[in-house]
């Protein structure tokens, strides 16, 4: 699944539920950034988008395609006890892994990859509170 419709999904969750979602696409915002901002009644945080290969051999590691800034930004702003989350996609299907806070990297072993998801599955699944 695409980042860009991840990214309607995703908005379309939030504005039913009367939050504030905010996409930031531009390289004028500052280094690292990531993609949206929201706001809940409870919450607030910062969202990645990562369109992923799932690797064919089990030994080979996933490397998360980070843009220069992005992975310091999100141990940084983590670190500060801020809420991020990274939410992975495998290009061509449908399913999302969603990873929280300190359980971002820039790379995983399959394992690890599966072990430290907060969320696997479809998108129209995700509730609001999943982000709180």
Not at 120 to 130: F, P, Y
């Amino acid at each position: 699944m695409k980042e860009t419709e991840i990214y309607a999904k995703l908005r379309i969750l939030f504005v039913r539920n009367k939050c504030l979602v905010q996409r930031i696409e531009s390289g004028t915002t500052g280094l690292g950034i990531p993609d949206i901002f929201f706001r809940t009644n409870d919450s607030e945080g910062w969202i990645e988008l990562k369109e992923i290969f799932w690797p064919s051999k089990e030994t080979t590691s996933i490397k998360i395609p980070f843009r220069p800034g992005q992975y310091p930004w999100l141990k940084q702003y983590t670190s500060l006890n801020g809420k991020a989350f990274l939410i992975c996609s495998l290009y061509g299907k449908t399913n999302i892994f969603i990873f929280l806070g300190r359980s971002i990297f820039k790379e995983y072993t399959q394992k690890e990859f599966l072990r430290k998801a907060y969320y696997i599955g479809k998108i129209s699944k995700l509730t609001i509170t999943d982000f709180y």
